[in-house]
């Protein structure tokens, strides 16, 4: 009996190892019919969703968001937005404020679960649905539903009448069965920002009144019946009536966005292999020219971002005003449109760069905001950077595009609101503490390790992680394994510290004195988090040495082009002795890091000069 439940474990624990490494998804299917009344910014939906349990577990219950209902008095966004320290001001006290007219709702009215009517229950933005017929391993379900909702007056992301006048930005719209994957259900009530969902295809039919003008994610499927930049004038037929149906079809998608306007102008561009871009804005004196430079620009960021961070897999992206700044969705966005030409661009490459890292690799948001906004933002800064360069940007390209966000990060990390990078993106203590965390600390993480790996190996790497990890869920190991099989290093460490502490880089020059053999520089580690460093040490004669030192955890060190390799340094030790082969009077110099590509709490320690240098530069 023994021999046997060891055989039985063994075989157990290995299919669940090798379904975790296959990463298993769920997978969906939604159609949807909505009948829109604009007069009332209400809607009925139809709602079929098949759900497909490829998890090894069965499942006894399921779960869906209720977005909308997040933008009500009382609601877990209401108050936790009055009280957190430093609301969102397009928050702050605006949804106790509403009127019955003005929040938003979700209400299921009926459910049905393989052709049964099952048990559920509203709790806030979570429907909990118990099933009276679980669903097994491999089994597939038919959920039926029927639901009514009412559009809130934009507070935050989605919503109507926007700050620029956009009649509806539809975002978080729909019921949206919450994600189960190898942690479990992710059934997070809707609090303040980050989304998590199902890969799946989205049927959609949105029938509205006619002057309204429709954008958003997926493929117009009747082109013919609608016209409005979809198709030449001469080529629609429209159907009589006052209202038209916009039908969409988004493969492989997690998620489905749209909005609508009768004042949109809709224009498209094609690029040259196929991609279509479409653009939807208010043409006045505050958009028209900017938005009409916008294709050309975003035809070159997509030509870049293609070639360095992995091809797009879709045949068509939209630019869409609305919202209430700039947010992500698949094959789309909704930015607020009314800006300068920098930061029209700015916001457009930033929100297409999300395609790359949401919208395809689709991380949990939640989790790992960092590894959304983070590598989006390191990569924007890229783009921008490149733009520049091209001449379709003011301004001048800059060798270190990343050195800005740096300094934010270094300037915020000695404020004492720092919080780690693992807290869950609703639980940081204040909002500030979440932005720097996501957007800035979650940068420097990428740039960084483009420094510990080597540019080469980092590039190569950036493109297997997308081509190994797109429409799979990817954490922070699977991201950190992929860059040490692609650089041969152990970056675990690296990981660990920057993303579970708040621990910090501060390098210091300690001394200079003469050694058995030659000079002897004794550095210090005087932050808590260790990293391989560069020395450059110049001597009196204007020759100039940089010695690299790796740490002896990483197991190896990056390719070193016109560097000398230096013992390595054990992190428990405190301090390293750097010996060399000419006297102490030879040496000018010492400065630790010259590129700037550590973000070093105190470059001040940094350098160490004799006197008769700081003489000298006097």
């Known amino acids: 009996m023994k021999i046997y439940n060891a055989l039985f474990f063994l075989l157990l624990f290995s299919w669940s190892a090798s379904a975790q490494a296959d990463r298993w998804q769920q997978r969906a299917r939604y159609e949807m019919d909505i009948d829109f009344n604009v007069k009332k910014h209400q809607y009925d939906g139809e709602q079929r969703l098949t759900y497909y349990n490829n998890s090894p577990d069965t499942l006894e219950q399921v779960f869906y968001h209720l977005y909308f209902n997040a933008f009500q008095p009382n609601s877990m966004m209401d108050v936790r937005s009055q009280t957190i320290k430093d609301a969102d001001p397009r928050v702050g006290n605006r949804i106790g404020k509403l009127n019955e007219d003005e929040i938003g709702y979700m209400r299921v009215e009926s459910l049905k679960a393989g052709g049964r009517q099952v048990k559920f229950k509203e709790v806030g933005t979570i429907l909990e649905v118990s099933l009276g017929q679980p669903i097994l391993p491999g089994d597939s379900v038919l959920f039926e539903m029927e639901f009514e909702a009412q559009v809130p007056l934009q507070i935050r992301r989605s919503g109507r009448d926007n700050a620029e006048g956009i009649a509806y930005s539809m975002s978080q719209w ?83 966005m749209w909005a609508a306007d009768p004042d949109y102008t809709h224009d498209t561009f094609e690029r040259e292999n196929g991609t279509v871009m479409h653009f939807f804005y208010q043409k006045n004196e505050r958009t028209e020219e900017n938005w009409a430079q916008l294709p050309r620009v975003m035809d070159e960021a997509f030509n870049y971002i293609n070639e360095h961070y992995g091809e797009y897999p879709y045949d068509q992206y939209s630019f869409i005003q609305g919202g209430d700044g700039g ?24 929100e297409l760069m999300h395609s790359w890292y949401q919208m395809v690799l689709g991380t949990n948001e939640s989790l790992y905001p960092w590894m959304d906004e983070g590598f989006t933002s390191w990569a924007s800064s890229n783009v921008m950077n490149h733009l520049r360069e091209q001449g379709l940007l003011p301004g001048n390209a800059v ?120 000079a002897e520089i004794v550095l210090e580690k005087v932050g808590r988090m260790p990293m391989p460093i560069e020395v450059e040490v110049a001597l009196q004669d204007n020759s100039i040495t940089r010695y690299y030192i790796p740490l002896r955890i990483m197991r190896g060190h990056k390719p070193l082009p016109g560097m000398k390799l230096a013992e390595d340094w054990p992190w428990t030790h405190p301090t390293y002795t750097l010996k060399l082969d000419v006297p102490p009077s030879e040496i000018r110099s010492v400065v630790i890091d010259p590129d700037r590509k550590m973000a070093d709490i105190d470059m001040e320690n940094n350098v160490y000069k004799t006197e008769a240098q700081e003489e000298s530069e006097d």
């Open 327 to 350: 947010m992500e969705y698949p094959m789309g966005t909704l930015i607020t449109g009314e800006r300068s030409f920098p930061s029209l661009v700015g916001v457009s490459v930033h």
């Open 174 to 256: 729909y019921p949206k069965m919450c994600e189960y994957d190898y942690q479990g259900w992710h059934a997070n009530p809707y609090v303040g920002r980050e989304f998590y969902g199902i890969w799946g295809d989205f049927d959609v039919k949105i029938t509205i009144d006619r002057d309204y003008i429709v954008g958003g994610t997926g493929y117009l499927q009747n082109p013919e019946e609608i016209g409005y930049g979809y198709l030449p004038e001469e080529e629609v037929d429209r159907p009589r009536g006052r209202e038209l149906t916009y039908h969409f079809f988004a493969p492989n998608v997690h998620d489905f």
């Open 399 to 518: 060798d270190n595009p990343h050195l800005g966000t740096f300094m934010g990060y270094v300037n915020f990390s000695q404020s004492g609101l720092e919080e780690p990078l693992s807290t869950h993106a609703d639980h940081y203590v204040t909002n500030s503490a979440y932005g720097v965390a996501s957007y800035v600390k979650g940068s420097v993480f990428v740039e960084q390790l483009k420094h510990i790996m080597g540019e080469q190996a980092f590039n190569r790497g950036m493109l297997r992680y997308y081509n190994t990890w797109k429409f799979k869920h990817p954490n922070a190991n699977d991201f950190i394994r992929v860059m040490e099989k692609q650089s041969g290093l152990e970056l675990d460490w690296y990981k660990e510290y920057w993303v579970n502490t708040t621990a910090t880089i501060d390098y210091a020059v300690q001394t200079i004195g003469a050694g058995e053999d030659g």
